[in-house]
């Protein structure tokens, strides 16, 4: 039955990593030696070179069309926007909360430093 399968369409295909089921139902049909074309679809790719890589690898992929915002096909679909960027001083009662937190969460990035669990980050870049 499954050497009847000629296409396999994949939507959200970011998510093709590690063992998820779409990377285990492409290597099954892979091993299986079923002739099969796949479809796979994403608006969000992702942002970095490896994973996109590994998704790429993941579903077999020996294709890649792009088509961003500017793309003809796709531009009549896209809603114009502005984008206005405002900064915000950060306030006094702010700071204070901060500092609040970080005494908080000191304690036990401490602990997890000594255990090896995280590097030797301190408490505000955690």
């Known amino acids: ?19 998820h089921a779409y990377c285990v139902a492409v290597r099954q049909l892979v091993a299986a030696g079923v002739p099969l074309r796949i ?3 994403t608006a969000t790719p992702g942002s ?4 996109i890589q ?13 088509r961003d915002e500017s793309d003809l096909e796709v531009k009549r679909y896209v809603n114009t926007r502005t984008v206005e960027l405002l900064k915000v001083p950060v306030g006094s009662d702010t700071t204070q ?29 955690v």
Do not use: F, W, Y
């Open 97 to 125: 909360v901060n500092a609040m937190i970080l005494d908080l969460i000191n304690t036990h990035v401490v602990q997890l430093r000594a255990a090896g669990v995280i590097d030797n980050r301190d408490a505000a870049n």
């Open 1 to 19: 039955m499954v050497k009847q399968l000629v296409c396999l369409v994949i939507d959200e295909a970011h998510r093709a990593s590690g063992n």
């Open 39 to 41: 479809l796979a679809l």
């Open 54 to 66: 590994a998704v790429i690898n993941n579903l077999c992929i020996s294709e890649l069309i792009h």
């Open 48 to 51: 970095k070179q490896p994973n």
